[in-house]
């Protein structure tokens, strides 16, 4: 490896287990020489992620409830006690009701349409603004989103809707903070054999027709991604802002199957 994010801090939100892309995304930033610190939402999850985060050497956990402003303050104030600065933000959270991701798109609920909205994208605004004052030497934002937000896809519903509007909050924000010198942008994988994918219905065979139809023949893996994330964190990327990366092996390219699996 090149060091190339020596002497970077980086907050990593969303881990849920070791095949969760948030974590390869982990592993790629530690592997060149970044510092980490994690959060998590709940005890469950935090024992899932402190063995993670030990490995790669970091001590540094927050819980956050990102739809909980005191949860925020207090995770936020934790983490401002050990460091001074960050320089590059990686939020990786998103949640809707399993149930309405079936179905009719027209029978999403007003309460779950708030939630899939709160969690899914506001929470990428709420934590930029906490994060925003302490990359002192400019630094780097992203999230995760998906095909789904700009093409109709069985199964996400609403999802598509709330990764729509987190693109949007993306091309927003690269405005908003590009005079800090603050790059913003966002990763959409094709399907990944994930704990929040395992949630989508029909995954299985989502997965099985991208790996069928796609130029290469196979999906997206977290090494991929997390190399991505380097690129962009990393000053190759620093003039690179408000993009949609997408790492896919090419399917986004394609209007039909391929011929033999018409």
């Given at each position: ?85 960050i320089d590059i933000l990686v939020h990786a959270i998103a949640y809707s009701d399993k149930s309405e991701l079936q179905g009719r798109f027209v029978n999403t609920t007003r309460n779950n349409f708030k939630t899939s909205l709160d969690i899914s994208c506001y929470s990428l605004i709420d934590v930029a603004r906490r994060v925003a004052p302490k990359m002192t030497e400019g630094g780097t934002i992203l ?120």
């Amino acid at each position: 490896m090149a060091d190339l994010l020596k002497g970077k801090r980086a907050l990593v939100m969303g881990v849920a287990n070791d095949r969760s892309i948030a974590w390869g995304i982990a592993r790629a930033l530690a592997a060149e020489g970044a510092e980490l610190a994690f959060s998590y939402q709940g005890e469950a999850f935090g024992k899932r992620v402190v063995p993670l985060a030990e490995s790669l050497g970091s001590d540094l956990l927050i819980d956050v409830d990102v739809t909980d402003d005191d949860a925020l303050d207090a995770g936020f104030a934790t983490l401002w006690e050990r460091w001074d600065r960050i320089d590059i933000l990686v939020h990786a959270i998103a949640y809707s009701d399993k149930s309405e991701l079936q179905g009719r798109f027209v029978n999403t609920t007003r309460n779950n349409f708030k939630t899939s909205l709160d969690i899914s994208c506001y929470s990428l605004i709420d934590v930029a603004r906490r994060v925003a004052p302490k990359m002192t030497e400019g630094g780097t934002i992203l999230t995760l989103t998906y095909a789904g937000s700009n093409r109709v896809t069985p199964f996400y519903n609403v999802m598509g809707v709330a990764k729509a509007a987190l693109e949007a909050s993306v091309r927003y924000l690269a405005n908003d903070l590009g005079p800090d010198g603050i790059r913003v942008n966002a990763i959409s994988p094709g399907p990944m054999k994930t704990l929040a994918g395992a949630a989508i219905g029909g995954a299985r065979k989502t997965f099985r027709h991208t790996e069928a139809n796609a130029p290469l023949r196979h999906n997206a893996t977290l090494e991929a991604i997390g190399g991505t994330a380097v690129y962009l964190a990393s000053d190759y990327g620093n003039c690179t802002t408000g993009e949609i990366i997408t790492v896919d092996c090419g399917y986004h390219v394609l209007g039909m199957p391929q011929p033999e699996n018409l």
